[in-house]
């Protein structure tokens, strides 16, 4: 149980407040986003749809390997100018489902703005742990460091990431070539997961949840905006808030973010699109 979730007081806190009181089909809906929005098989078929038609138009820089396992391999979308910054977006799925390829179209966005995009792919839990899918990503990003520049992305990196992937992006914004982060969408105190059906093949440790929270963790001070949809599950909601509150307070740079009208899945159309609110934020960071 994490302790800070017995002392909140606004509204969008009541039933984490009384997270112990809860039944577990209570604490399971609490963080179930594809049961809250109703169309949400819907809107993930669509953009899966348009993200293998975008790789499909964009193939030059596909599948390449950044690690010894399956899913260590990144798809590139290089810029017409390599020293243009690159977006770096990771994928969510609750760290245990989805892919790399089903995120491809999230690219058109800041593309039309002359970045470069990568999409890095991770193992998924239970086969690798939350430790090890941390260590995964920052490899990507030892690996984009390296050798980046062979494929046409030599300009500064800025990691994104939604749902999962915005805990992965605050957890991999001290990266040494990082220079910003926006996440959209995350988790950022495990406590609570290990009392849910995530917890099945997250298989989270005490110390785990200590490590890997960064609602636990002291802020990088480099900028990370912090979104969310304004039609979210209210515990996402706060752990966007109680983050960028925490982060504020200790004068660590980045906005926070609320997409009106969003919810856990439009609230990447925001990123798609050109003129975007998040595609917006996104290139106000490097």
């Known amino acids: 149980m994490a302790r800070r979730l017995l002392n909140r007081t606004h509204p969008l806190h009541e039933s984490r407040m009384n997270w112990g009181l809860l039944t577990q089909a209570e604490r399971d809906a609490a963080y179930n986003n594809a049961e809250a929005v109703a169309n949400s098989a819907a809107l993930t078929q669509a953009r899966n749809a348009a993200s293998h038609a975008w790789r499909q138009a964009h193939h030059q820089h596909l599948d390449i390997a950044y690690g010894p396992r399956p899913r260590n391999r990144l798809d590139l979308f290089p810029a017409a100018d390599p020293s243009m910054p690159c977006l770096v977006f990771i994928h969510g799925g609750y760290w245990q489902r989805n892919s790399r390829e089903d995120f491809a179209c999230l690219a058109e966005g800041l593309h039309a703005h002359g970045w470069s995009f990568a999409v890095p792919g991770y193992t998924l839990a239970p086969e690798a742990s939350l430790t090890e899918i941390v260590n995964e990503i920052h490899a990507s ?64 440790t005490e110390d785990e949840v200590a490590a890997l929270s960064p609602l636990r963790l002291p802020p990088v001070q480099k900028p990370l905006a912090i979104a969310y949809g304004t039609r979210e599950l209210p515990a996402l909601i706060a752990d966007s808030r109680d983050l960028h509150a925490m982060r504020a307070a200790a004068h660590a740079p980045g906005a926070l973010v609320p997409v009106g009208g969003a919810d856990h899945f439009t609230v990447l159309d925001a990123l798609r699109e050109a003129t975007g609110e998040l595609a917006h934020h996104a290139k106000l960071l490097a």
Do not use: C
């Not at 520049?149 to 500064?156: F, H, K, L, S």
């Not at 605050?170 to 910003?180: E, F, T």
């Not at 982060?181 to 298989?203: C, H, M, Q, W």
């Open 141 to 204: 990003l030892d690996w984009l460091a390296a050798h980046g520049d062979t494929r046409g992305i030599g300009g500064p990196l800025v990691v994104a990431g939604w749902s999962a992937g915005g805990h992965l992006t605050a957890m991999a914004l001290s990266h040494p070539r990082v220079v910003a982060g926006l996440a959209i969408s995350g988790v950022f105190e495990l406590g609570p997961l290990r009392d849910t059906y995530l917890n099945a093949k997250l298989k989270l």
